[in-house]
């Protein structure tokens, strides 16, 4: 099994920036941030396959960037312009077969989430 640890959650204020990493224990293929607010249910926001090619939640577009690094395989999530409502638990999730899907259910492993809270 491959294990995830997340790390640069925060609180911020309105405008602020944050960049979230995740530090994978094996390979993996498809690599993906998730999130979710209390009281909500968990949503994707930023995926990225083992080649690069990534794809971003329309509501996060413009302000959030996803990458990898593949030789230190660590998952990055640059987020500028945050709003609140961003503020969430962000968990990084990853598959060790198979490509991108915005299903949450495909991912075999997750982290246990790194806390992001943007006030006003």
């Known amino acids: 099994a491959v294990q995830l640890v997340e790390s640069g959650g925060d609180s911020v204020q309105a405008g602020g920036s944050l960049t979230l990493s995740c530090v994978a224990s094996?390979?993996?293929?498809?690599m993906g941030w998730f999130r979710q607010a209390s009281g909500k249910e968990r949503e994707w926001v930023a995926l990225i396959d083992s080649l690069g090619i990534t794809r971003v939640r329309e509501s996060v577009k413009g302000r959030f960037t996803i990458s990898r690094d593949n030789a230190k395989n660590t998952l990055y999530l640059q987020m500028s312009s945050l709003e609140v409502e961003d503020s969430a638990k962000y968990y990084c999730?990853?598959?060790?077969?198979?490509?991108?899907?915005?299903?949450?259910?495909?991912?075999?492993?997750w982290g246990q989430g790194t806390q992001v809270t943007v006030s006003s």
């Open positions: 094996g390979s993996t293929t498809c």
């Open positions: 999730a990853a598959r060790g077969r198979g490509g991108c899907s915005s299903a949450d259910t495909v991912y075999s492993f």
